[in-house]
């Protein structure tokens, strides 16, 4: 594909993820940070039947777009470290995409869509997608690095989101 050729990626919101988070500042910024705190993602009528056999499994992975971000940098300062890094090695939220990842604990599928816990996403979030998570798929098995993350990582649990990739109104 060249750089200049236009794409059309045809993609439709499955649902809306509802949470108790309504303003970005204050959030935990990944669902370690968010243990114990429920959610519903409220699938639509039209897509229910794909939510079959999905009660078998202990988590999902929600894919979302970050509705309330708009444009982006390609070096910020993340959340978790005061030093400035590439976008694609951070998780903030304002990237050229706005899509989001959450690995979520799936508590039931009910007639809504699903009760999930450990949610770290803002209400009235659009949901992308949903997959199974499995661990053999998922988490390597060879050694892993984190790179900067290596030193500030352990403390996402108790760090909350400070408005910094807010719009200004």
């Not at 919101?13 to 303003?23: A, E, F, S």
């Given at each position: 594909?060249?750089?200049?050729?236009?794409?059309?990626?045809?993609?439709?919101?499955?649902?809306?993820?509802?949470?108790?988070?309504?303003?970005?500042?204050?959030?935990?910024?990944?669902?370690?940070?968010?243990?114990?705190?429920?959610?519903?993602?409220?699938?639509l009528p039209r897509f229910r039947e794909g939510l079959q056999d999905l009660e078998g499994f202990s988590h999902v992975i929600l894919l979302y777009h970050?509705?309330?971000?708009?444009?982006?940098?390609?070096?910020?300062?993340?959340?978790?470290?005061?030093?400035?890094?590439?976008?694609?090695?951070?998780?903030?939220?304002?990237?050229?995409?706005?899509?989001?990842?959450?690995?979520?604990?799936?508590?039931?599928?009910?007639?809504?869509?699903?009760?999930?816990?450990?949610?770290?996403?803002?209400?009235?979030?659009?949901?992308?997608?949903?997959?199974?998570?499995?661990?053999?798929?998922?988490?390597?098995?060879?050694?892993?690095?984190?790179?900067?993350?290596?030193?500030?990582?352990?403390?996402?649990?108790g760090h909350r989101s400070d408005g910094r990739f807010q719009d200004e109104e």
């Open positions: 594909m060249s750089a200049h050729s236009p794409l059309t990626i045809p993609m439709q919101p499955l649902g809306v993820i509802r949470t108790p988070y309504v303003d970005p500042a204050g959030m935990p910024i990944q669902p370690s940070g968010a243990r114990g705190v429920q959610g519903q993602v409220q699938v970050f509705h309330r971000s708009q444009g982006y940098q390609l070096r910020v300062t993340p959340f978790l470290d005061d030093q400035v890094h590439g976008l694609f090695a951070t998780r903030a939220p304002r990237r050229p995409n706005g899509i989001g990842l959450s690995i979520v604990k799936l508590v039931e599928v009910n007639e809504e869509g699903l009760l999930v816990e450990n949610i770290d996403v803002l209400d009235g979030t659009p949901l992308l997608d949903i997959k199974p998570y499995a661990p053999r798929f998922d988490a390597p098995d060879e050694d892993c690095r984190t790179g900067w993350m290596e030193k500030s990582g352990k403390a996402v649990e």
